[in-house]
């Protein structure tokens, strides 16, 4: 890929506004870049990280960096893939998730069989047109910006293919969704495709890559009695390999090893069982690995 912004900026894509906005923004921060305080702010220039944020709309981020516009963007799975950029997904990111599913009227259409021949209302026809295709399905596909759930309602099409996030839309129009979920989606971080690794790439991905190690492992610390600590060792192995440091006191070490945070608590009781005593969780706050 050649260099398009002439220098050793790295030029990054993120949502302006919508549901991966305030979330991309929010990790950004956790990562130590600045982010805009005006919501209304297009770019951002972080001279002391070498970086500078555009904040476009998420449907249109792939296709700057697919365009080798922009070296790097955060936006959903699903956009990136609606919009057949030449741009790759390299670190999922852990927010935004969401499946996208078809819907229909409780009783009308039950499975992908009674898909031929209906009218498709969507705000994602790519993706849509894609799958009809890859199974033979003939079926009508309109594209609607938005509120597409509506449309069944107000008679524009018999089935609709959208992003669900708990429910609720789907359930106020009255639709079921039915088939399988056609993708699973979160925000991620995408690159264009078969290019080589801009400039500072590789440090921008290490610091997002420490802000998702830094959500969902916690540092835990303990004392243990010296012949528990190969059980309690197997019960906390930490990424690499735990600390085992000696205690004053005779007999005993200390343990300090990295813990998933959603299994934090039932380790703490199974090593509590174990013998272990002065068992500590506590959060971090960055990470490089
Ligand atoms: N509840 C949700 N509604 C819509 N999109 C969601 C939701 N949860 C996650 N997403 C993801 O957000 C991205 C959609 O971005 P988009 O900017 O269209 O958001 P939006 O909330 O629909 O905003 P807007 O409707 O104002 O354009 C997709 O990747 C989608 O999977
Ligand atoms: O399953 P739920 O939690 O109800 O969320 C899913 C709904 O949220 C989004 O709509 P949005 O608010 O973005 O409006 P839009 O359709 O105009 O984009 C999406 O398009 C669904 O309609
Ligand atoms: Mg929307």
Do not use: C
Not at 139 to 164: K, W, Y
Request: glycine residues 10%.
């Amino acid at each position: 890929m050649s260099i398009t912004n002439g220098g050793d900026t790295l030029r990054i894509a993120i949502p302006n506004k919508g549901s991966l906005s305030q979330s991309a923004s929010d990790m950004l921060r956790e990562a130590g870049y600045k982010q805009r305080t005006d919501s209304k702010q297009l770019t951002l220039t972080d001279t002391d990280n070498a970086v500078e944020f555009f904040y476009l709309r998420p449907r249109d981020i792939a296709l700057y960096v697919g365009e080798g516009t922009l070296d790097v963007g955060i936006t959903g799975r699903d956009l990136l893939l609606d919009s057949g950029a030449k741009a790759e997904e390299v670190l999922p990111l852990g927010f935004g998730r969401s499946r996208f599913r078809f819907a229909a009227p409780a009783g009308t259409v039950r499975d992908l069989d009674g898909l031929a021949g209906t009218r498709i209302a969507t705000s994602y026809d790519g993706v849509v047109r894609r799958y009809l295709e890859e199974r033979g399905i003939d079926a009508t596909v309109t594209r609607l910006d938005g509120a597409v759930e509506t449309s069944v309602q107000l008679g524009v099409a018999d089935v609709i293919a959208d992003v669900v996030e708990t429910g609720s839309t789907l359930r106020q129009a009255g639709l079921e969704v039915f088939g399988e979920t056609i993708l699973e989606s979160e925000a991620v971080l995408v690159t264009r495709a078969g290019s080589a690794v801009p400039t500072g790439f590789e440090v921008f991905r290490r610091r997002l890559e420490g802000v998702l190690v830094a959500r969902s492992y916690v540092m835990m610390d303990y004392d243990i009695p010296v012949e528990h600590v190969e059980r309690a060792v197997a019960l906390t192995p930490g990424i690499e390999s735990p600390t085992v440091s000696p205690l004053h006191r005779e007999g005993w070490v200390a343990v300090r090893s990295m813990v998933r945070r959603d299994t934090a608590h039932r380790v703490m009781d199974e090593l509590y069982d174990l013998g272990a005593r002065g068992i500590l969780s506590t959060d971090i706050h960055a990470a490089r690995l």
